[in-house]
């Protein structure tokens, strides 16, 4: 079971960290996925750690605004963003797999996504 917290109402320039608590499994073992969706638009990869620590990023993460870290100990994945801007605003969720890469339909395990919301 995967357990997403920390979005909220913030406003644009601000920075969050999203988490993302697993039970049941051993996250250090997969490929953690960070995807978002926005209203009215389809779901899209926003990065990736993979069991191996390396990192897999988007056109969105490349620019450099988003983190993504693991802490094995806590069993936990976070997601940093910084300097939110309001196009930013969506649903984040966190995905488990195997090998799932950048894609979303190679993600069985999802968690019910926390919302962020940023404002102008």
């Known amino acids: 079971q995967l357990v997403e917290s920390g979005g909220g109402l913030v406003q644009a320039g601000d920075s969050l960290r999203l988490s993302c608590a697993a039970s049941?499994?051993?996250?250090?073992?997969?490929?953690m996925g960070w995807f978002r969706q926005a209203p009215g638009q389809e779901r899209e990869f926003v990065v990736a750690?993979?069991?191996?620590?390396?990192?897999?990023y988007s056109t969105v993460s490349v620019k450099g605004r988003f983190t993504i870290s693991r802490d094995n100990a806590k069993n936990t994945v976070y997601l940093q963003i910084d300097s939110l801007k309001t196009e930013d605003t969506a649903v984040y969720y966190c995905?488990?797999?195997?090998?799932?890469?950048?894609?979303?339909?190679?993600?069985?395990?999802w968690g019910q996504g926390t919302q962020v919301t940023v404002s102008s």
């Open positions: 995905a488990a797999s195997i090998n799932g890469g950048s894609t979303a339909s190679l993600y069985p395990y």
């Open positions: 049941g499994s051993t996250l250090s073992t997969c490929d």
């Open positions: 750690i993979t069991r191996s620590g390396g990192r897999i």
